[in-house]
């Protein structure tokens, strides 16, 4: 079947203004998460959404970050005046039930994001 | 909280040859461990997984990983490599009730003829 797939591939901006960055889960899938992929940082976590569940937030790195997940389904990531610092690969995974010791998540290609 | 340490940064290894890779992790309890491999303008993608049961585990790849609790360790072997295993490969722990992954910087498979 499909597999995670995330849009654009490819985000070139400019510092300060706000960007999205979409993903669309494994279909069934309860759990969504987002990570950030940069050089000298590696892949960190960001945030998780489980079903009707409240996110955790707790990887988000300011508060120019936010993430929505509508329906149950899809996700956007938003950044809000984008910095420099910001620039990385945006990975998303999805996996079926949301809890980590007995799922796996499946990731999605990424989103580029230079901010120039 | 877990984290993933991954020496050896860059490994050169020859065709044929054999190739590990080290994974240390930290966690405080039962780890679920996980190899990732991701190839050039390719995602993340599930090379084996760790999470109870026969300590060795093996991919339809030809890997093997084999967890060591009194080492803290989850090591990816693969006894003759080939050109196509050229990738990053990512060690990555979680655990029960916790919802995020914490991955090692990655090892940078570089092979040559």
């Known amino acids: 079947g499909a597999g995670v797939s995330q849009s654009p591939s490819n985000k070139v901006t400019e510092k300060g203004k706000d960007v999205e960055l979409r993903c669309d889960p494994i279909s069934g899938h309860t759990a969504l998460y987002w990570y950030r992929q940069s050089l000298g940082q590696g892949l960190e976590f960001l945030i998780y959404f489980q079903g009707n569940s409240a996110p955790d937030k707790s990887g988000l790195p300011s508060d120019r970050f936010s993430a929505e997940r509508t329906g149950g389904s899809v996700s956007t990531l938003t950044i809000q005046r984008t910095q420099q610092e910001d620039s990385a690969v945006y990975l998303c995974?999805?996996?079926?039930?949301?809890?980590?010791?007995?799922?796996?998540?499946?990731f999605g290609p990424g989103t580029r994001l230079t901010v120039l | 909280a877990q984290s993933v340490t991954q020496p050896d940064i860059h490994i050169t290894v020859s065709e044929g040859a054999s190739l590990e890779l080290r994974c240390n992790y930290s966690y405080g309890a039962t780890p679920y461990l996980f190899w990732y491999v991701q190839s050039p303008g390719q995602g993340l993608q599930l090379l084996l997984k760790?999470?109870?049961?026969?300590?060795l585990v093996q991919s339809i790849k030809g890997f093997e990983a084999e967890f060591k609790r009194s080492q803290s360790s989850f090591n990816l072997r693969k006894p003759s490599v080939h050109w196509s295993d050229a990738a990053e490969y990512f060690c990555a722990v979680g655990g029960d009730g916790n919802n995020r992954l914490a991955f090692g910087k990655g090892n940078q498979v570089v092979v040559i003829p």
């Open positions: 995974a999805s996996s079926s039930r949301g809890r980590l010791g007995t799922d796996t998540q499946y």
């Open positions: 760790y999470f109870s049961g026969d300590t």
